[in-house]
């Protein structure tokens, strides 16, 4: 179905949740321009919060996010005093304007906290934001997950949940730290649904140490019969330089690029044949899920939490490392837990880093994320305009994509070229030595 150029996925990109990406940030943006952003936030503007719990009942090998063990009570509990505080620090400055209309738990693993906890944080967001009926979502471990958490996403009307499943393969599981039983998986999603969870997400990944196409087949045999609303199967991104666990695991056993790109090809295909809808070229959503909805009425979005029918242009990060987005700012937290302390105990906002996005900046990240989305763009305005056109010659050549007057429209064969085909439009990556993970 997609034609194989290795010379066009041999250069790791980024996943563009943003643009420009995280590699861009600079440490001179800080508390004063978390201010100066919070103070755009108009009177009933549409707002989205996202919190970070940096915490895991066990810490897998292949995960690249910033989280540690919730080993110690002390340190846990700690951690959420300072998250509350940071609410009602941003709670005060926003004064009453805007109107929360997502709420996204992630991490690590909220659910490494008790259920007690996520009760009292979502109280207390209620008091500090004016929320309009939000949708809230949480990422779940299933090995940690049973009847009071639940319990407490029912109290709290979450209806989104994202389970961590990664693969139902013993040997891959053993392969990458993250050991979860079948049936484990399965009364996880039993619990979610009594609990009045509308859309359940799974996670699954391709690119996997002893991974095959066969394997990957049965583990999304597994997950079909299940009934998820969505799946994500990602890339598995290799990249020990940055993330130290991933040392553990065993490079040898990695699939090489083609093998990667077969794994991809086969997922798109087995799940459009079983009824999902393609949300880009590795998400799918069945039909009456929201985020199929978007994709097919062009509403699509994508932010830090990916793909997403958020319509919001304003997202609020909590807690360390969370990143938050506005029109014309970037700004991440700090991520070192002590430093994350230490700022918010002092009563300025946890902002270490982030850039000011320029006029062109904003342009060419519609753009990429017009791509992203849609499969075209409108490039008739970008800036540098003729140096863009002339590095997407690569991609027209190959019959990946096509210029259509102005728009540049992505083919069918382009799918798991897209990022690629982004990273064209991005001036920040042509002289960049950062690296990344693979194209696909």
Request: glycine content about 8%; aromatic content about 10%; some cysteine.
């Amino acid at each position: 179905m997609w034609p194989y150029y290795s010379d066009l996925l041999a250069t790791p990109v980024p996943r563009y949740t943003s643009f420009p990406t995280a590699a861009e940030f600079q440490d001179s943006v800080g508390p004063p321009e978390m201010a100066q952003a919070l103070a755009t936030v108009g009177e009933d503007q549409a707002i989205s919060l996202y919190l970070h719990i940096p915490y895991c009942g066990e810490l897998c090998w292949y995960c690249g996010c910033n989280t540690g063990a919730a080993n110690r009570t002390s340190r846990v509990q700690a951690y959420l005093l300072r998250l509350i505080e940071e609410i009602e620090l941003v709670g005060k400055a926003l004064g009453g304007r805007g109107r929360v209309q997502r709420i996204a738990w992630g991490g690590g693993s909220p659910n490494a906290l008790a259920p007690e906890d996520f009760d009292t944080l979502m109280q207390r967001l209620k008091r500090v934001f004016h929320l309009d009926d939000p949708v809230v979502s949480v990422e779940i471990d299933p090995r940690g997950f049973d009847g009071g958490w639940a319990d407490a996403l029912r109290r709290n009307r979450v209806t989104r949940v994202s389970l961590g499943v990664q693969t139902f393969d013993d040997g891959i599981q053993a392969a990458i730290g993250r050991v979860q039983p079948t049936a484990m998986i399965a009364e996880s999603v039993k619990l979610l649904r009594g609990a009045g969870v509308s859309s359940i997400n799974f996670d699954l990944m391709y690119g996997l140490p002893f991974q095959t196409v066969d394997k990957l087949a049965a583990t999304i045999d597994t997950a079909l019969a299940m009934h998820p609303d969505r799946l994500a199967v990602f890339g598995y991104a290799h990249v020990p330089h940055l993330i130290a666990r991933q040392r553990q695991i065993d490079d040898s056993a990695l699939p090489d690029s083609l093998a990667r790109f077969a794994q991809a090809e086969f997922a798109y295909e087995r799940l459009t044949r079983d009824g999902y809808a393609p949300v880009g070229f590795d998400h799918f959503a069945l039909p009456g899920d929201a985020l199929a909805v978007a994709t097919t009425s062009g509403r699509l979005r994508r932010n830090f939490q990916g793909f997403t029918e958020d319509s919001a242009d304003i997202l609020i990060g909590l807690g360390a490392s969370a990143i938050s987005q506005f029109p014309g700012w970037l700004i991440q937290n700090e991520k070192n837990a002590g430093r994350y302390h230490l700022r918010v105990a002092n009563g300025q906002f946890a902002a270490a880093r982030g850039w000011k996005r320029s006029i062109a900046d904003q342009c060419i990240g519609r753009a990429i994320e017009q791509l992203l989305c849609q499969g075209y763009a409108d490039l008739s305005n970008i800036p540098h305009r003729g140096e863009t056109k002339a590095r997407l010659a690569h991609y027209v050549r190959a019959g990946l994509a096509e210029w259509q007057d102005g728009r540049l429209v992505i083919n069918q064969a382009g799918l798991p070229y897209v990022r690629t085909i982004a990273a064209a439009l991005d001036p920040y990556r042509q002289d960049s030595s950062t690296r990344f993970s693979s194209a696909i």
